[in-house]
C-alpha cells in the first residue's frame, strides 16, 4: 500500500522560506514521478510542481517560478519542496502526489494523472 507523508509546514513571515518534505512508502519510490499540489479552502486543488522519476525533468506552476524549487532522493524515498519568497497568497494546504505509472514522461501537471495522495500539510504565510 503506498502511503504518502508530509511534514514541514508551518507559519512564516513574507519573504520568508520554508521547506516541505514528503516520504513515501509502499513500492519502487523511484519508478515514479512525484507532484505537490496546494489548496485553499474553498477552491480546486492547485498544481505547484511536479519532477519526473529520474529528477532528471521538473516543472513549476507559473506562479511560483523563479520561487519554489522541487526536488528528490531516490535513495531516501523523499521528495522535496523549498520554497522561497513566500507570499501571502501561497497560504495553504499543501499536499504530495504520486501517479502509477511507471517510468513515463510527462508535466504531471494535472490533478487527474495522480492516483495517491497525502494527507496535507498547512502552510501559512504572514504579512
Known amino acids: 500500500q503506498v502511503q504518502l507523508v508530509e511534514s514541514g509546514g508551518g507559519v512564516v513571515q513574507a519573504g520568508g522560506s520554508l521547506s516541505l518534505s514528503c516520504a513515501a512508502s509502499g513500492r519502487t519510490f523511484s519508478a515514479y514521478a512525484m507532484g505537490w499540489f496546494r489548496q485553499v479552502p474553498g477552491k480546486e486543488r492547485e498544481f505547484v510542481a511536479a519532477i519526473s522519476w529520474n529528477g532528471g525533468t521538473t516543472y513549476n506552476a507559473d506562479s511560483v517560478k523563479g520561487r519554489f524549487t522541487i526536488s528528490r532522493d531516490n535513495a531516501k524515498n523523499t521528495v522535496y519542496l523549498q520554497m522561497n519568497s513566500l507570499k501571502p497568497e501561497d497560504t495553504a494546504v499543501y499536499y504530495c502526489?504520486?501517479?502509477?505509472?511507471?517510468?513515463?514522461?510527462?508535466?504531471?501537471?494535472?490533478?487527474?494523472?495522480?492516483?495517491?495522495w497525502g494527507q496535507g500539510t498547512q502552510v501559512t504565510v504572514s504579512s
Open positions: 502526489a504520486a501517479p502509477n505509472r511507471r517510468y513515463s514522461s510527462g508535466t504531471y501537471s494535472l490533478e487527474y494523472e495522480y492516483t495517491y
